[in-house]
């Protein structure tokens, strides 16, 4: 397996790090023209059969944006070349003619007094340690379109720090743009007097029927483990962790095996064990960078930081070792494959560590 010392994030066609996937019954409802689909099995109750696209990421200056499956979008503030940030900002919303809008405000290099004010030139506007979603956020969100300059403030006026304005009209432009919102009441940048039932409806997330994690996980023995090594083409050299196994409720096991790692990256071979053979997972994504999930030379899926909870796999692959860029994502099992859940996304390595939604799905228990 080729070593893996640092991974740059490019072009994320491709998350802080603890995003749940919505749990959900199933629903007779559809989802037309949102992501392609497989034809539905007789016994995939509640699965939409959904091939995983993750929104795309965009960067106007010191702004990034992006829109996952459901038209759901999310700009995050960036650091200058010069300045890495002492505050950083989100704005979000959500699709559909009555999407709201959310705001919220985060210091990525401390836990001093949180941010009480926003001022957006001679504005100021009150925010919550929870951040803000509606009107007030609506309203934040319209001045960001004009702004100029961008301060946050402490509960005793004192200034935490400055946010570029650059880019952030843009990239408010840009989500008028992926939510159908251009010409419209509800755009923020691009709008226009057309009534807001001229916006598309919001889309529902694809469904994913989920296999729990449960029961006794299969004994691996040093020949197993031995096997497995080969197959995933581990560095030999690489002085591993022991391998993590969890079993699951149709009997089978997952199995996490370490096989390499860079800096602060370890890279996890993914195998399903089934009486007493071991064979290469499979994946209906990549996780983390490369084709197969993190090198692209080896033929077994793996995942980055692998970890299991709540009966779901997550993988956090860093960009570099202050997490603020990389990628994050949370699988399920369906009883033949992992299946994408949720993804967010930072392809710019710029001292924001609040990850974007690109991708998610609703899970069906059961």
């Not at 829109?67 to 900002?89: E, I, Q, W």
């Not at 400055?162 to 709008?191: C, E, F, N, P």
């Not at 962790?241 to 602060?264: I, K, M």
């Not at 994502?329 to 990850?355: H, I, K």
Request: charged letters at 20%; proline letters at 7%.
């Amino acid at each position: 397996m080729k070593r893996v010392a640092f991974v740059a994030v490019l072009g994320l066609g491709l998350a802080a790090c603890s995003q749940q996937p919505a749990e959900a019954p199933p629903s007779p409802t559809s989802t037309p023209g949102v992501v392609a689909t497989a034809k539905p099995t007789a016994t995939a109750v509640g699965d939409d059969h959904a091939v995983p696209k993750p929104g795309e990421q965009k960067t106007f200056r010191d702004w990034t944006v992006a829109c996952d499956n459901v038209a759901r979008c999310a700009m995050a503030s960036l650091g200058t070349d010069v300045d890495f940030p002492a505050v950083t900002m989100q704005v979000a919303r959500a699709a559909g003619p009555d999407g709201a809008v959310e705001v919220a405000l985060a210091m990525p290099q401390g836990d001093g007094d949180p941010p009480a004010t926003l001022r957006i030139d001679s504005r100021a506007f009150a925010v919550g340690g929870n951040g803000l979603s509606g009107a007030s956020a609506e309203r934040i969100a319209r001045a960001l379109a004009n702004a100029t300059t961008i301060e946050a403030l402490d509960k005793h006026g004192k200034r935490l720090g400055t946010i570029s304005a650059a880019g952030a009209s843009a990239a408010l432009r840009y989500i008028d743009a992926q939510q159908g919102r251009v010409g419209t009441v509800t755009a923020l940048v691009a709008h226009g007097d057309k009534p807001a039932a001229a916006v598309a409806a919001a889309r529902p997330a694809p469904r994913v029927r989920a296999v729990a994690f449960g029961g006794t996980a299969a004994a691996l023995t040093p020949a197993l483990l031995a096997g497995m090594r080969r197959t995933a083409e581990c560095d030999p050299s690489f002085s591993s962790p022991e391998p993590r196994a969890h079993g699951l409720a149709d009997g089978a096991t997952l199995v996490l095996l370490p096989c390499s790692a860079g800096a602060y990256n370890e890279i996890d071979a993914l195998f399903v064990v089934r009486d007493g053979k071991a064979t290469p997972a499979k994946v209906d994504a990549p996780a983390g960078f490369e084709e197969t999930g993190a090198d692209s030379r080896t033929p077994v899926h793996s995942v980055i930081n692998g970890d299991v909870d709540g009966g779901v796999l997550r993988s956090y692959a860093k960009g570099r070792g202050l997490g603020d860029c990389g990628v994050m994502q949370s699988f399920v099992w369906d009883g033949a494959q992992l299946r994408l859940t949720g993804q967010r996304a930072m392809g710019e390595c710029r001292g924001n560590p609040d990850y974007l939604p690109v991708w998610q799905a609703q899970v069906v228990r059961g």
